[in-house]
């Protein structure tokens, strides 16, 4: 019998985890160096704003009723439709991939500034050998997912939060110890000449990576309150840490030497540099692992749903039920992503992808928690906290590049109707279904309430004509009637004695002049 997780180490400790990234070994430094601490803070404080609020909407998703599989395909195409649920995971595949670069490209910054590694290595620290470097880490976790088990990384949550704990007390120790970092023992003045979205495109990433926790909840011993507790609970704690960093960095640590060599400033500043550099390499590759080892399982979930090939699902590949093919085909995308071999361009192109998911997660919530009636999370939250959640996330993609902003909707619109149009299983329903029926229900309530007007009266006929064809002469009459701009409603009324009730109203039908169609 598997063994259940509770919130530590089931939703607490990977989300956490994935929290804690390159951007803050390899980047925080420079970001406060060069924007100073009320910009860092402010760029924060919006990221983790963002992250809360999605996760909160994220959270009630994942604690609805008719969640029963792993995977946060599962948890988005079951609660808002296959056709809206591919469509963000898509842009959440692009996320991660890009993501899982980004501690790829960090952890060849981090070899290639280790002197002795580098000289081992004869390599230079530049965007070519981060390349070759990259593409061997990538090869390595592909040959590694292939042989081991992804499961067997739960066990090593442990030993890389202990490493990060380690690492934190060695870097607080070495500020507190080291004299020579201070302030004043520098004059030079650091010109405050940066780009507000060019640090908060290079930060965002750094508060994403909760969604890593959501992806076994059907091995939490309670996830109802598992989910909730542990998403928001990694969110806020990896927000704390950031703030005292950033505060920190700001109070005790000249600005000049922040700036300087960002990649080597915590290990060299730390009381045991080996140690620091250690924690960073076991962070970063835990999540680039996490990551790759994770997203072919979504690519076989969508697979599975017909929304992708089918040579991608784990039905069709080896017995050990690993998606082969999905692996590979995603191990070659990274491929091409790593080579772009410059970290802080990943960032920023990774913050968009973020951006767009957590925008149509956002919305998505907010149209479930307003028209679906079916929609009975553990956790409920108001609708208005996912029209916060877009508003926020699509003017901050907006404010990024305008252009983008235009071109992500068009291919968002065509991602999801393509979708739509094809034969897809459907039978999980549709957000957008319960939107318009919503909307048509207000507008019939809000058209009751008024007094009717002789000018725009329309017909309204209702025929028990029974079956579409069994009695057409009394449907052709009432479309005679109704003409253009009336309403015709068609009813088979059947009896059934044996029965608790004895008459029962099935198969209604609608149809409306001029498009005669029936809508069962």
């Not at 149509?360 to 916060?388: C, H």
Request: hydrophobic share 50%; glycine share 6%.
């Amino acid at each position: 019998m598997e063994k259940k997780s509770g919130t530590i180490l089931g939703v607490f400790l990977p989300s956490m985890l994935s929290i804690v990234g390159a951007i803050m070994y390899l980047r925080l430094s420079w970001i406060v160096g060069t924007a100073g601490i009320a910009p860092s803070l402010t760029i924060v404080f919006l990221s983790f704003i963002i992250s809360i609020i999605t996760g909160l909407g994220l959270s009630s998703i994942a604690t609805d009723q008719k969640q029963k599989k792993d995977g946060i395909y599962h948890l988005l195409s079951r609660s808002m439709g296959v056709p809206m649920g591919s469509t963000i995971c898509i842009t959440l595949l692009i996320a991660l991939l890009f993501n899982a670069a980004i501690q790829i490209i960090g952890i060849s910054e981090t070899l290639l500034n280790m002197p002795k590694v580098a000289s081992f290595l004869n390599m230079e620290p530049c965007s070519a050998s981060y390349r070759i470097i990259g593409s061997a880490i990538l090869l390595l976790i592909f040959l590694t997912i292939i042989i081991v088990n992804y499961t067997s990384t739960s066990k090593a949550r442990i030993v890389v939060i202990s490493a990060f704990l380690i690492s934190l007390i060695s870097i607080v120790a070495g500020i507190a110890t080291n004299t020579d970092i201070r302030p004043e023992m520098s004059t030079a003045v650091v010109e405050r000449d940066f780009s507000w979205t060019e640090i908060f495109g290079i930060f965002f990433p750094a508060s994403t990576g909760f969604t890593i926790g959501l992806t076994f909840n059907s091995s939490l011993k309670n996830p109802h309150k598992s989910i909730l507790s542990g998403t928001i609970g990694a969110i806020i704690c990896s927000f704390a840490i950031y703030i005292l960093t950033i505060i920190a960095l700001d109070k005790f640590v000249c600005p000049t030497i922040l700036t300087e060599d960002s990649v080597n400033f915590f290990p060299s500043i730390s009381f045991s540099p080996i140690i620091t550099y250690i924690a960073i390499l076991i962070s970063l590759s835990y999540i680039a692992f996490s990551i790759m080892a994770i997203t072919p399982n979504i690519v076989a979930s969508m697979a599975h749903d017909k929304v992708l090939p089918r040579i991608f699902d784990n039905n069709y590949d080896r017995k050990d039920k690993k998606p082969i093919n999905a692996i590979i085909v995603l191990f070659i995308i990274a491929e091409c992503i790593v080579l772009i071999g410059d970290l802080n361009t990943l960032a920023y192109i990774s913050t968009i992808s973020l951006l767009t998911t957590y925008t149509l997660i956002n919305l998505t919530f907010a149209l479930e928690r307003w028209t679906n009636s079916d929609f009975k999370p553990y956790v409920r939250l108001s609708k208005y906290i996912g029209i916060i959640g877009v508003i926020i996330c699509a003017s901050t993609i907006y404010k990024l590049c305008e252009i983008v902003s235009i071109a992500i909707v068009i291919i968002i619109v065509t991602l999801y109707f393509t979708f739509r149009n094809n034969n897809i299983r459907i039978e999980y329903g549709d957000v957008w279904q319960n939107v318009l029926l919503s909307i048509t229900k207000a507008s019939l309530i809000k058209i009751n309430k008024k007094k009717l007007e002789n000018k725009a009266w329309q017909p309204n006929v209702i025929v028990f004509s029974g079956s579409k064809n069994k009695r057409p002469y009394l449907v052709d009459f009432g479309k005679w009637i109704i003409g253009k701009h009336g309403f015709l409603s068609v009813f088979n009324v059947s009896t059934n004695t044996k029965e608790k009730f004895f008459t029962h109203k099935n198969n209604n039908s609608i149809i409306g002049s001029p498009n005669e169609q029936w809508i069962e």
